[in-house]
């Protein structure tokens, strides 16, 4: 069952360690894409919007992301990105606790989590507040001036992983309302949602669930609150008659309020052929694959790669689907890395990551790529000028 190499476009002599950054190209995508282009568009024109089913994708792919993170159908959209859904997902829980000023998140979140936070408080313009504390204090920082805890489940740096059950229990029983990012672990790890009870999640699709550079977002909101919702981005495709224009807002019922502006048919076509890849698979056999590829990585180059220092939790039940290891070089050896053909990445301002996605590698490309790896060091080969200059993109 796993991998499942022949489903992906890999280029010959690449061992591909960045699934966790951008997922590679599925084989069913490109002629599905060429399809929508030239059959839909090219032949349909503006009836594809009805006749292709142009208008109905945003929640028909939800629910196929939706069976991967533990979703009930009809509670999660697609559109848009995921800075956009942040923004929409935590001005409705602001809304929903008005006596409270407190927005919970903590100093590893990703940026653009935080920035969209800093920016809607600038919006709003009210005393609110954008608390930040370590990752390991959150527990004790829900206190009950917190009108929203809003937490990425797998850190991007390192991989730790914030136990959601627990802690959207701990918001619930101080009041306030939880949001989780899924951006690190939609496809890379067994999420329930429904069990979870939080009130809202977000995620990207690039990532784990390969829908390609650009991929829409997704946001899953809990199905008993999806009537009663305020959207903050009231867009014309989240009213309730958007064909009506009307000049005032009515929100759509359900998830449909969450739609923003029109649909990105071309990159949710290609998300949908790549949610392909995913046919039979239970997301309990990814995660045990996936720790058995890490576990090999971590113990195969602390074995021959001393000078690396690991940066992930060493406990697998504590970390997702990457490990990143630190050094006082990291940069040019990772440019060393994809050189010679292992592609993984760099975060500052001193962590190699490497992405375990059992969909297409196996423990021979583990193996293989430590081969690689530990005659960079040995040989110091990363210290070549070449590989020194910053890349726009690390």
Request: hydrophobic letters at 45%; proline letters at 6%; aromatic letters at 8%.
């Amino acid at each position: 069952m796993l991998p499942r190499k022949d489903l992906f476009e890999i280029p010959d002599g690449i061992i591909y360690l960045d699934g966790n950054s951008l997922g590679p190209l599925p084989r069913a995508v490109p002629e599905r894409v060429a399809q929508a282009v030239s059959a839909e568009w090219g032949g349909q024109l503006i009836k594809g919007w009805n006749s292709a089913g142009w208008m109905a994708q945003p929640q028909a792919v939800g629910d196929k992301v939706g069976r991967l993170i533990g979703a009930p159908a009809g509670s999660v959209v697609m559109g848009d990105t995921l800075s956009i859904k942040v923004f929409q997902a935590l001005a409705a829980s602001l809304k929903m606790r008005p006596d409270r000023s407190v927005i919970l998140s903590d100093n590893g979140n990703f940026p653009t989590d935080l920035y969209m936070a800093e920016g809607l408080i600038d919006t709003i313009g009210k005393d609110y507040e954008l608390r930040l504390t370590a990752p390991e204090n959150v527990a004790a920082a829900i206190t009950d001036d917190v009108a929203v805890v809003m937490l990425t489940q797998v850190d991007y740096r390192s991989g730790r992983m914030h136990d959601m059950a627990a802690i959207t229990k701990l918001a619930h029983s101080a009041g306030a309302v939880m949001l989780w990012d899924l951006a690190h672990s939609a496809g890379a790890l067994p999420v329930d949602l429904a069990v979870s009870n939080c009130e809202f999640a977000v995620g990207c699709s690039y990532k784990y669930l390969n829908g390609g550079p650009g991929a829409p977002a997704f946001i899953y909101v809990r199905p008993d609150l999806a009537d009663t919702i305020e959207p903050a981005l009231s867009g014309w495709l989240g009213h309730d008659a958007p064909f009506a224009f009307e000049q005032g807002y009515r929100p759509a019922p359900g998830i449909g309020r969450m739609r923003v502006g029109t649909p990105p048919v071309l990159q949710m076509t290609a998300l949908e052929a790549a949610l392909t890849v995913w046919d039979g698979i239970d997301m309990a056999d990814i995660r045990a694959a996936s720790i058995a590829l890490s576990e090999a990585f971590i113990r195969e180059v602390e074995a021959r790669c001393p000078s690396l220092t690991l940066a992930s939790p060493r406990d697998a039940d504590q970390r997702g689907s990457q490990v990143s290891f630190a050094s006082d070089h990291s940069y040019a050896t990772m440019q060393a890395l994809i050189d010679r053909g292992v592609i993984g990445d760099f975060r500052a301002p001193d962590l190699m990551r490497f992405g375990f996605t059992p969909l297409y590698l196996d423990e021979g490309d583990v193996i293989a790529a430590v081969d690689i790896l530990q005659d960079i060091l040995d040989n110091r080969l990363w210290d070549d000028p070449k590989y020194q200059t910053r890349n726009a993109v690390t």
